[in-house]
């Protein structure tokens, strides 16, 4: 955390910092995350040996984003909610399943984008 005497650079590479240590502790230790991102590097070679073209890279590069920043905001919720409410609730429960919903959804449309990169190289 920044404190007010800290300078606006000093308060930067703070956010900086704990923003990695916040990236590095999604990559080492949740599944879903690390799945999504052996995925992600499997796409992406996959991507090389078909030649995508700038466009096709751009897209599959968003749609791997997509689906790796809604895993991490899911995590975030559901380790947010147990900390609020640590015993099973119905509300919590509803809300951790509707936050599960939006890697899920990102998934559905980063298939839809990779059919069509890749369904056409292959007609």
């Known amino acids: 955390m920044t404190k007010p005497t800290d300078n606006f650079i000093i308060g930067r590479l703070k956010s900086i910092k704990y923003a990695a240590k916040g ?12 799945l999504q991102s052996i995925i992600g590097i499997l796409i992406t070679l996959f991507g090389f040996f078909m030649h995508l073209s700038s466009i096709e890279w751009m897209f599959q590069t968003i749609a791997i984003g997509l689906v790796i920043i809604s895993e991490a905001t899911n995590t975030a919720v559901e380790y947010l909610c147990d900390y609020i409410h640590p015993k099973h609730d119905e509300n919590i429960g509803l809300i951790k399943d509707i936050a599960a919903g939006i890697p899920f959804i990102a998934a559905i449309f980063a298939v839809i984008i990779g059919l069509i990169i890749y369904v056409p190289k292959f007609i």
Request: no cysteine; aromatic share 8%; charged share 10%.
């Open 23 to 34: 990236g590095w502790l999604l990559i080492t230790t949740e599944h879903s995350i690390i």
